[in-house]
């Protein structure tokens, strides 16, 4: 059995590597959206969501390099967010992944760009999967459709309309866990669930997937805020104090920082309570309270 460490290190490269091959550096009249693009998706991040699709698809026992593809296009999804959501029009921010931000580098118009293109790229790789030789068409269909609805208005772009109506306000709990649950629980339920549908898992399968993430999910935003008050700024590749100046609430302006750390902790647990259902659960138990305990 590879070490829990060394199985990261080894999703990690193998899902560089392939995003290096989705998205080629081309050299046309539009190469520099490639470029902008690349810019953000290849940036260094911690591929959580498309290691957990992998990962749900082998212990829901699917081939995961079959599934690579859409794990691809899951970070693709995932950097497109990221960009949209550093505009000036939205969080403003000048660094994330220890880089300048792509609109500081390619200008508003191609930031705004760039992410467009990624989120159309993620759909057409998922959708030209087809005649996958190993997955069944209609899961495909299924994932692909799955990942849409957590991504789309009644998932993360929802959930950032409720961030956004809800700043210089002070947003109460049930609110914030809309919000956190649609802004960023609903693509890790995406992955989580994406990987298992891949694997040929009927609902009463991959509903423990949909609740694994939703805990996760709620957890990773809750330590994401936590973060942002008391994390390095070094380590985070981004600055910290972002939710104070934009006036947002969170989970720590609602009840204080050592609620809710324990609010992660709880569940956390809870989210390693469900795994216990799966056999092959050594590595995504691991995972979680990697997330936990994570500095950026
Ligand atoms: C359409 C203009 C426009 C904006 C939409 C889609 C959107 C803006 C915002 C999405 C919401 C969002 C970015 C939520 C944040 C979720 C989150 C905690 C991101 C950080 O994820 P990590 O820590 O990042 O996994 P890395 O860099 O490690 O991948």
Same mark, same amino acid.
């Given at each position: ?165 809800? /700043? #210089?306000? %002070? =947003?109460?709990?049930?609110? $914030?866990?809309?919000?956190?649950? &649609? ?5 890790? !339920? ?67 920082? /050592? #609620?809710? %750390? =324990?609010?992660?902790?709880? $569940?956390?647990?809870?989210?390693? &309570? ?5 056999? !092959? ?16």
């Amino acid at each position: 059995m590879i070490e829990n460490k060394e199985r990261l290190k080894n999703y990690i490269n193998e899902i560089n590597t392939a995003l290096d091959e989705y998205l080629p550096i081309k050299d046309c009249r539009e190469k520099n959206v490639v470029e902008a693009s690349r810019y953000s998706l290849l940036a260094p991040g911690k591929r959580l969501r498309p290691i957990l699709l992998l990962e749900f698809c082998n212990v829901c026992g699917g081939n995961e390099k079959a599934a690579m593809p859409f794990a691809c296009a899951i970070e693709m999804i995932h950097a497109y967010s990221l960009i949209h959501d550093d505009l000036p029009c939205m969080d403003n921010d000048d660094y994330r992944r220890g880089r300048l931000t792509n609109h500081k580098v390619y200008g508003e118009p191609m930031a705004l760009l760039a992410g467009d293109a990624l989120l159309t790229k993620a759909f057409e790789i998922m959708l030209c999967q087809m005649d996958n030789s190993v997955i069944n068409p209609n899961n495909i269909i299924k994932a692909a459709g799955f990942i849409a609805s957590c991504a789309g208005m009644d998932g993360m772009i929802g959930g950032q309309v409720i961030d956004l109506e809800n /700043e #210089n306000k %002070k =947003a109460d709990k049930d609110t $914030l866990i809309d919000m956190h649950y &649609k802004k960023t629980a609903a693509l890790i !339920k995406a992955a989580c669930t994406a990987g298992s549908i891949l694997a040929g898992s009927e609902y009463n399968e991959y509903v423990k997937a949909m609740q694994y993430a939703e805990k996760l999910g709620l957890a990773f935003q809750i330590k994401d805020d936590i973060l942002d008050v008391e994390g390095d700024s070094a380590k985070l590749g981004k600055k910290t104090g972002s939710d104070e100046n934009n006036n947002k609430s969170t989970f720590i302006t609602l009840m204080g920082i /050592e #609620n809710a %750390k =324990a609010e992660a902790e709880k $569940l956390t647990n809870e989210a390693k &309570k469900i795994l216990l259902s799966f056999e !092959k659960n050594e590595f995504l138990l691991y995972l979680t309270d990697l997330m936990l305990n994570r500095e950026s």
